[in-house]
């Protein structure tokens, strides 16, 4: 009889534990700002000015990353792009399918198809 009052015990007790308060951590959902989004604006723009703090996802190091121009034409973006949707290679949530050899042949060849008929369109 005792060990089956035990767990109960055990889950009366856990119930109540979390009936006392917030949950450690909640306190930041319940911060009132007493500055304006322009004054927070203006405490901040020196920092960014000379580079003490990152923006968006940027870290040391990038400033003098390399920068590339895409030899490709929009038309032929646009159809590789059409062709990877439709062989189902589009990454999507945790799902990232990784393409073969022929595959990739295949989103190659309808973006060079896409460039011949802009060419022969104009």
């Keep these: 009889m005792k060990a089956a009052l ?3 015990a055990f889950a009366l007790t856990a119930g109540a534990a979390f009936a006392e308060g917030p ?3 909640n306190e ?4 009132q700002s007493q500055a304006s989004r322009a004054e927070v604006a203006a405490q901040v723009a020196p ?3 000379n580079s003490s703090i990152a923006r968006g996802e ?3 190091g990038q ?3 390399l920068v590339v121009t895409s030899t490709l034409s929009r038309a032929q973006v646009r159809a590789e792009a059409a062709e990877a949707v439709r062989l189902g290679l589009v990454n999507y949530g945790e799902h990232m399918p990784v393409a073969t050899a022929e595959q990739n042949a295949q989103i190659r060849l309808a973006g060079l198809r896409a460039v011949q008929s802009v060419t022969a369109a104009n």
């Design 63 to 65: 400033d003098g990353a």
């Design 28 to 31: 930041v959902f319940n911060f």
């Design 23 to 25: 949950i450690q951590g």
């Design 6 to 8: 035990l767990p109960i």
């Design 47 to 49: 920092a960014y000015q």
């Design 58 to 60: 940027a870290s040391d």
